[in-house]
């Protein structure tokens, strides 16, 4: 089945550096990516959208200066955490869909836990 | 507003009992519904989903869900619960196209007695 490989699974950092996480479609081409934020025991909430190519479409109350996402390949969208803040400490999860109609299923990464010290 | 509601914060069943677990959601046209399982620390899983057709609609698992458009719900249910079930489970709405923006629900923590 399809993977996407999201990476670090943990990092931890210190406040006001920047973080970045990956997420990589393995074997299929994705045209679009989503990120999201989930905080302990909530459910996922969606920060952006990002199409192969073209700029991420963010969700209200998103700062897309602070989360910086680049979709650059039909593999790999990134998403930077600009000077982190312990507020940021969460954990991301992304999700991908492959080339084909809306109808096509959605992969999610494994999940990057960010805590800022 | 399109949401999601899931009324059970935390269920806990033995194991072998059956499970129904309860997903309402608000959305002005005809959505298309999932469920997604979450193991601590991991990604989702989708179970299964519900586009159009049979309002009973098979998953993974041994997973079935319900489609009850009079009652705007979707629960998901097993007749026999085994200790490795034992996860959260989130109900997820999308609009017509698929699996655009999906809406999450808070999610149910399921924990399975030995």
């Known amino acids: 089945g399809a993977v996407v490989s999201q990476h670090p699974s943990w990092v931890i950092c210190k406040s006001g550096t920047s973080v970045k996480i990956e997420c990589r479609s393995l074997?299929?081409?994705?045209?679009?990516m989503f990120w999201y934020r989930q905080f302990p025991k909530q459910s996922l909430m969606l920060m952006a959208t990002?199409?192969?190519?073209?700029?991420?479409?963010?969700e209200q109350g998103v700062e897309k200066d602070k989360f910086l996402i680049n979709h650059a390949s039909l593999t790999l969208s990134t998403l930077t955490v600009t000077s982190a803040h312990p507020e940021d400490s969460s954990f991301y999860i992304c999700?991908?869909?492959?080339?084909?109609?809306?109808?096509?299923?959605?992969?999610f990464g494994n999940g990057t836990r960010l805590t800022v010290t | 507003a399109q949401s999601v509601t899931q009324p059970d914060i935390h269920i806990t069943v033995s194991e072998g009992a059956s499970l129904e677990l309860r997903c309402n959601y608000s959305y002005g046209a005809t959505p298309y519904l999932f469920w997604y399982v979450q193991s601590p620390g991991q990604g989702l899983q989708l179970l299964l989903k519900?586009?159009?057709?049979?309002?009973l609609v098979q998953g993974i698992k041994g997973f079935e869900a319900e489609f009850k458009r009079s009652q705007s719900s979707f629960n998901l249910r097993k007749p026999s619960v085994h200790w490795s079930d034992a996860a959260e489970y989130f109900c997820?709405?999308?609009?017509?196209?698929?699996?655009?923006?999906?809406?999450f629900g808070a999610g149910t923590r399921l924990a399975v007695h030995p």
């Open positions: 990002s199409n192969e190519g073209s700029k991420a479409t963010y």
């Open positions: 997820a709405v999308g609009p017509s196209g698929g699996y655009n923006k999906l809406i």
């Open positions: 519900y586009f159009s057709g049979d309002t």
């Open positions: 999700s991908a869909r492959g080339r084909r109609t809306g109808n096509s299923p959605l992969h």
């Open positions: 074997d299929f081409q994705a045209t679009t």
